[in-house]
């Protein structure tokens, strides 16, 4: 067995020990560099998925914005318009749907960055709460019958227009 070889069968065996530890939920190595190294690897090439048949179907998550201008009026706003297309739709969806995956200073620059959107888009703001929800729908054979899908807040965070608008006031359920 030459070099390459013996590399390219390493790998595997490293890849599908990913997977097996990923379908059984084991995920700590007990350091941490290398647990966030497997885990950006797990996650960009699909083998920290638990490959479970029956298993559940993640929630849809959708970022909400209250807006509060300097007059004290509050209105709503959505990260896309509803005539982007398909592609673009795509690419917002990812970006919210990564938001799990990331630790606190990176949700608070990606909330910040969406936040500055919606201060470009309403120059009169003077306050945004970014919030992101999480449609549950219940576990039907482990809920009452009459158990409806909502909209849950899975985290929140205020932005101010002025120099504090760095610093997020954060209340996250993560």
Excluded at 147 to 172: G, I, K, L
Aim: proline fraction near 4%; glycine fraction near 6%; include cysteine.
């Amino acid at each position: 067995m030459n070099k390459k070889q013996l590399f390219l069968t390493a790998f595997a065996l490293a890849h599908v020990a990913i997977m097996a530890s990923s379908a059984f939920r084991l995920r700590q190595t007990g350091c941490d560099w290398i647990d966030r190294v497997i885990g950006t690897y797990a996650f960009v090439t699909g083998s920290g998925d638990n490959f479970g048949f029956f298993c559940s179907v993640p929630n849809q998550v959708r970022p909400t914005f209250a807006i509060t201008d300097r007059d004290g009026t509050v209105h709503t706003d959505h990260l896309w318009p509803e005539t982007v297309n398909r592609e673009a739709a795509l690419r917002y969806g990812v970006s919210v749907s990564m938001f799990g995956n990331l630790d606190d200073k990176s949700r608070k620059a990606l909330l910040g960055s969406w936040s500055a959107a919606m201060f470009g888009r309403h120059p009169n703001a003077a306050r945004v709460n970014v919030r992101l929800e999480a449609y549950v729908v219940p576990d039907w054979s482990k809920s009452p019958a009459d158990a409806a899908p909502r909209w849950v807040e899975m985290y929140s965070a205020d932005f101010e227009n002025d120099s504090a608008a760095s610093q997020a006031n954060c209340n996250h359920g993560f």
